[in-house]
Nanobody, 128 residues
Framework: EVQLQASGGGLVQPGGSLRLSCAASGLAFGDYALGWFRQVPGKGREGVSCISASGRSTYAEDSVKGRFTLSRDNAKNTAYLQMNSLKPEDTAVYYC?????????????????????WGKGTQVTVSS
């Protein structure tokens, strides 16, 4: 059974930092591209950042570019989303997800519809 366990969320003041982790089991982690998404009540799931299977390529949405950094340690089957300079509008439930590229192992995508596996999410609240 594939499991993605997101952790590291919490309450932080504006300008603060958090590091989210996504621990995977039940899959060949190094074969899967990963993504982080977030969702607030009443809105659709929004892409945040994604990373290729090898970790050599990453992408971040404009709303988080320069503040959030996605990385992965394939030896530990874990990905990390370092979030700095947090803003109240970053408040959301954050989800990690994984998909296996069919043809190009350097691929990555911010499109949630192509992801095969999803974790349960971790709440991030940015408030003073």
């Amino acid at each position: 059974e594939v499991q993605l366990q997101a952790s590291g969320g919490g309450l932080v003041q504006p300008g603060g930092s958090l590091r989210l982790s996504c621990a995977a089991s039940g899959l060949a982690f190094g074969d899967y591209a990963l993504g982080w998404f977030r969702q607030v009540p009443g809105k659709g799931r929004e892409g945040v950042s994604c990373i290729s299977a090898s970790g050599r390529s990453t992408y971040a949405e404009d709303s988080v570019k320069g503040r959030f950094t996605l990385s992965r340690d394939n030896a530990k089957n874990t990905a990390y989303l370092q979030m700095n300079s947090l803003k109240p509008e970053d408040t959301a439930v954050y989800y990690c997800a994984a998909y296996k590229p069919k043809y190009d192992q350097s691929a990555y995508s911010i499109d949630p519809s192509i992801y095969d596996f999803w974790g349960k999410g971790t709440q991030v609240t940015v408030s003073s």
